[in-house]
Nanobody, 126 residues
Framework: QLQLVESGGGLVQPGGSLRLSCAVS????????IGWFRQAPGKEREGVSC????????YYADSVKGRFTISRDDAENTVSLQMSSLKPEDTAVYYC???????????????????WGQGTQVTVSS
């Protein structure tokens, strides 16, 4: 059974960086597109970034474009989200999720994902 576990969250000052990891077990990462989502208190879950099965296609929300970078390492069964120039509005619980599809498929919406991790808290504050 596919399982996803996020790590790397924490408290960081504005302008700082964090690297989130999503460890995949129970199946082979290469079979899935992986997305990162976040949910702040009182707000709906929003898509942050996603990467296709072959790593060729990526998507970034406008709010993180140029600051966040998604990558995958199928040999290590891990997907990472490098976050830089963090802002207080980036504060949220971050989730990774897995979706099946073609090699170039880049699902942008939470309804397209079947399996979710439990999340990791990111807090950007001075």
């Amino acid at each position: 059974q596919l399982q996803l576990v996020e790590s790397g969250g924490g408290l960081v000052q504005p302008g700082g960086s964090l690297r989130l990891s999503c460890a995949v077990s129970g199946s082979t990462l290469e079979n899935y597109a992986i997305g990162w989502f976040r949910q702040a208190p009182g707000k709906e879950r929003e898509g942050v970034s996603c990467i296709s099965r072959n790593g060729v296609n990526t998507y970034y929300a406008d709010s993180v474009k140029g600051r966040f970078t998604i990558s995958r390492d199928d040999a290590e069964n891990t997907v990472s989200l490098q976050m830089s120039s963090l802002k207080p509005e980036d504060t949220a619980v971050y989730y990774c999720a897995a979706a099946v599809g073609t090699m170039l498929y880049v699902p942008r919406y939470s309804s397209q994902y079947a399996v979710w991790g439990q999340g990791t808290q990111v807090t950007v504050s001075s």
